[in-house]
């Protein structure tokens, strides 16, 4: 499959920064976004979306994308600020973050989803599906997924009953089994639905 990035080298665009961001759907936990800016020419070298490579292709992928990349930065917006601003924002927010947090040169910002991202003077596209069309956007997804998992193996160490090192805050019957038996704890999302309806939610206080 030829890569969104090629028409832009070749345009002359050297520095494209993929944007990416994941954990939108959990329940708890941050939701972080990743900035990549790869080396013009640069191949596939099996990076594809996060989602479909398993942990320890990502934990390789990642180790290989900060050591070739011209430039890469990865950012996190807390469960608090999501709760103020919604996760939509939050997730631009990230990757606004993510964006600025970079020291190189930036030609053009390629975005996954269909948002461009607020408040950066920069050119952009927007692609649904980028992180399996954009290298640059792909290697981005690999980065928010493995700096976020290894964050919720963290979390996991203080709050042990919810499992986040094994669910990673998404919403698994177990995680919500916990959640009923102990409430939530200071990284849930309160305005997320913790619980399905019809399920006693005395225990779900600030």
Avoid at 131 to 151: F, Q, T
Avoid at 169 to 187: D, F, K, Q
Wanted: glycine share 8%; proline share 5%.
């Amino acid at each position: 499959m030829a890569l969104y990035e090629t028409a832009l080298w070749k345009q002359g665009l050297q520095y494209i920064c993929g944007v990416d961001e994941v954990g939108r759907g959990p329940l708890a936990g941050p939701v972080t976004a990743a900035a990549v800016i790869l080396p013009a020419g640069y191949k596939r070298n099996g990076i594809k979306d996060s989602k479909v490579l398993t942990a320890d292709q990502r934990e390789k992928l990642a180790e290989k994308i900060k050591r070739t990349a011209v430039d890469w930065a990865v950012e996190s917006v807390d469960p608090a600020t999501i709760d103020e601003i919604n996760i939509l924002q939050a997730s631009l927010l990230a990757m606004r973050k993510a964006v600025e947090k970079l020291t190189s040169r930036v030609d053009i910002v390629l975005v996954d989803g269909i948002f461009p991202i607020p408040e950066i003077d920069l050119d952009q596209a927007a692609l649904k599906g980028g992180d399996s069309i954009s290298v640059c956007i792909g290697a981005a997804s690999i980065l928010a997924k493995v700096e976020r998992d290894r964050m919720m193996v963290e979390y996991d160490a203080i709050f042990p009953e919810y499992h986040f090192g094994k669910n990673k805050g998404y919403p698994t019957r177990e995680h919500r089994l916990a959640i009923h038996s102990y409430g939530p704890c200071s990284i849930h999302r309160m305005s997320f639905k913790l619980l399905p309806d019809g399920v006693i939610q005395e225990r779900l206080r600030l």
